[in-house]
């Protein structure tokens, strides 16, 4: 058994938490959808729009650097993922980007007509990947997870894929699945929504091509955080960025009406970033300032074990058991996952549901305590076991989202 209080004493990220404003009475097993309120927030976005563009107006653009935050704030992603800073850039959404780098990237294997992707990817991602396929005159081919390396061949120009499955939290190998594609000749993509700043994404050492990823789940940069994107050095001068704007022209200020692409990965910018939201994710990932990406991989393993043991076998497991092929959330399933999930919520359990049948809580290791988590499941189990989820006010409804 794990005691709680233990792992808690010896916990090197318990100073992380007080970075983190939660509102009394809720353990917040969300953070995997969107990610707390750093405290810090409020304050960062008073300055930047009472004084930044009140006060300064326009003249900020350089006076408070907002011009160079695209590259500035994916430095500091840039440990969290295993990259290089100069391979990195913060802009637009993860589904944008997403069809950016899948447009650039089959266009480096013209003759191959495949885009290889999971039929259980999240649907955005496969939406794209379908719209790439159209405009491109190329063919998605989208298989279950147990048929991706029998079906790389040499018609296949990019395999896409999801790090950490949105339902299951099962993670894909990516150094393997990377290395099997590059022996098909083909180039990889990963979308890490559900990885980055909670597991040790290691893109480099991987042998990733392409990556994208959101702001708003572990990096905590607030509901529809820009996202960021990720490509490796030595195929950026060869990339051409299928939504060219004047923020990735070579000189945006010449007003040229002939594109000339940035050199490196300032290419992939298209229009002007949203610098508000910009700032409100710049402080969300100085929340893991002094924190170590192993020992978040590390706690939210174990807080993921402490949550199936103590909700026992009232709910039938969905996730793996072995933490380390999981993510940071755990999934349960059972025919009324919607009224549990929502009776917990009542409880100040926080989690959420996932269509048809799925009970799924999430755990952000920097403001989460293994006690937090403890109590969180033994809420949940005597939700179950009591059978409050049976009152008319959990009923399921018919449009969940």
Known sequence: MLDPAELDAADPLTFAKARFQLPDGVIYL????LGALPSSTTDRLRLTSEREWG???????????WIDWPRQIAERIAPLVGASPDELLVC?????????????ACAL????KIILSEAGNFPTDLYMLQSVADLA?????????????????ETVALVALTQVDYRSGERHDMAGLNS?????GALTLWDLSHGAGVLAVDLSRSGADFAVGCGYKYLNGGPGAPAFLFVRRDLQGCCANPLPGWFGHSSPFDFDANYRPAAGIGRFQTGTPSILAMAALDEGLKSFDGVAIADVEAKAGRLGDLFIESVGDCLSLASPMDASIRGGHVVFGHDHAYAIVQAAIERGVIGDFRAPNLARFGFAPLYLSYSDVARAGAIVRDVVLS?????????????VT
Do not use: C, Q, Y
């Open 55 to 65: 006060e300064n107006l326009i003249a900020s653009w350089i006076t408070a650097g």
């Open 92 to 104: 637009d959404s993860t589904s944008i980007n997403l069809f950016k780098l899948a447009m650039a």
């Open 109 to 112: 294997r013209p003759e191959r």
């Open 180 to 184: 099997a594609a590059h022996g098909a």
């Open 387 to 399: 059978g409050v989820w049976r009152e008319a006010r959990f009923a399921e409804r018919k449009a």
């Open 137 to 153: 005159g190329l063919t998605l081919r989208a298989v279950p997870r147990a048929e991706l390396r029998s079906a790389l061949d």
């Open 30 to 33: 969300d953070g995997n959808s």
